[in-house]
């Protein structure tokens, strides 16, 4: 059974407790190249909690058994597990039905669902399938290729200079045969939150569907889907502090129900003869073969320990660590700031003038600083913003201002020896 797990709870301070939190991460405690880690690429994915890692351990010690399937005991255990997993997702994104909780590999899958199936479905030559200028490949290629074989338009919202939406044109593109919105919530290279919730409003108006991609924003902001009224939003586990090879498809009873099946085997059918087959309901209707049950009694385990320091308080204190890094790395010349909107999450997207991105990272490296950089699966947005690619620090709760300081002279000693 899951191991008690320690989080210290300080809704009074606005600043975390990070030296508690950040012994719940083994990972963190280590020499990278002789220098202790500072690991911040949270947005290509999280660190996880002891707490997680033990619930997988835990699982294959005590449950393992293949869910929905045997009736001995074992099995009934790692059904009821799941069921109840499915059921915390289900009140963590506040969806009204358990059923509209897909299990998934995670944002990349859910999001080819909808786009296969919903094409298959909906889309029809003249159509048009609207996205955002500032989407990950993810939220792309699949419309792309999708619009391609239904002979549909792929149309795109085009950003600003500072990283937010052009929405001057909003109306006008809703009105070109849309059949379906499919929008980042934010931008894991500008850190942008877009401002779904009037662009959902906007295409309902026009009976218009909208596919959230909430892969940056599950972890960083707290996300009510009835509220919010989105059909269909996709997330992945690992950027949750939960594993790899898991995540969500959340969508609206009425719109799964209308959508195909999306892959064919075991788990999704209720009869099967050589000449025809029925398919099983939602959620298996979805579900296709073996689930990984560890993968998600992990995230079950990962949302509780996100829920137990707050999402809010998560949200707050990771807001001052962007403000703190933002200050202090305007304090160097000759950096060029990626993204620098109102409405911005923990990502700090920078280039060092006439400097590769990719040399810069380097050197972070050798001081045992992990950042991403390149193109960030933007290939398109980094055309529009004129870069090959950007050098891309991303903050998370166990992150702290030390870490911060670390970074920014890790910045300054790049700078002397590329410049
Ligand atoms: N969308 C966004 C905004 C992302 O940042 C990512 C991951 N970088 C994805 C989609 C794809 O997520 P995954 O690789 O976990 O499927």
């Known amino acids: 059974m899951p191991r008690p797990y320690n989080v210290i709870f300080f809704s009074y301070l606005c600043t975390m407790n990070t030296t508690s939190i950040r012994k719940d991460f083994p990972v963190l405690h280590q020499s990278v190249n002789g220098r202790p880690l500072v690991y911040l ?55 009204k039905e358990q059923h509209e909780i897909i299990f998934t590999k995670g944002t990349t899958e859910g999001i080819n669902l909808v786009a296969q199936t919903f094409a298959q479905q909906f889309l029809n030559e003249g159509d048009s399938v609207l996205i955002s200028a ?28 500072n990283g937010e939406l052009d929405l001057s ?25 877009n401002p779904i919730e009037v662009l959902i409003e906007k295409a309902h108006k026009k009976n218009i569907p909208v596919l959230i991609d909430a892969a940056q924003s599950v972890a960083h902001e707290v996300i009510d889907v009835q509220k919010l ?20 498809l959340y969508g609206k009873s009425e719109w799964l129900n209308k959508l195909p099946p999306y892959q064919f085997g075991g788990e999704m059918i209720l009869e099967v003869r050589f000449e025809e087959s029925t398919f099983n309901e939602l959620p298996f ?20 320990y996100m829920q137990k320091i707050g999402l809010k308080e998560i949200a707050k204190y990771e807001n001052e660590l962007l403000t703190y890094a933002t200050e202090k790395l305007s304090e160097i010349d000759d950096i060029i700031f990626h993204g620098t909107s109102k409405q911005k999450t923990a990502v700090l997207s920078f280039n060092i003038k006439n400097v590769h ?50 970074f920014i002279e890790g910045v300054k000693t790049a700078k002397k020896m590329l410049m």
């Open 357 to 406: 991105n990719s040399d810069v990272g380097a050197i972070l490296d050798q001081l045992g600083i992990a950042v991403r950089t390149g193109n960030h699966c933007a290939q398109p947005l980094m055309e529009i913003l004129g870069i090959p690619g950007t050098v891309r620090a991303s903050f998370a709760f166990y992150n702290t201002k030390e870490e911060i300081d670390v």
């Open 229 to 248: 009224d989105c059909d269909f939003l996709a997330f992945s586990a690992h950027k949750m502090y939960a594993p790899m090879g898991i995540g969500v």
């Open 41 to 95: 690429d949270n947005t290509a994915t999280t660190q996880k909690p002891q707490a997680v890692i033990d619930r997988i351990s835990d699982y294959y010690e005590t449950i393992n058994s293949n869910a929905h399937r045997g009736t001995h005991t074992l099995g009934r255990m790692a059904t009821e597990a799941l069921e109840s997993a499915r059921t915390t997702v289900q009140k963590f994104i506040n969806a």
């Open 134 to 161: 500032m989407e990950h490949h993810a939220n792309i290629v699949p419309w792309q290729q999708m619009c391609k074989q239904k002979k549909a338009n792929l149309l795109v919202i085009p950003v600003l200079e």
């Open 285 to 304: 209707k979805f579900e296709t073969g073996t689930p990984n049950v560890d993968g998600i009694l992990a995230l079950e385990t990962a949302i509780q």
């Open 169 to 193: 044109e909003i109306d006008n593109l809703l009105s070109q045969n849309v059949k379906i919105l499919a929008i980042t919530h934010i931008s894991n290279v500008l850190g942008t939150i």
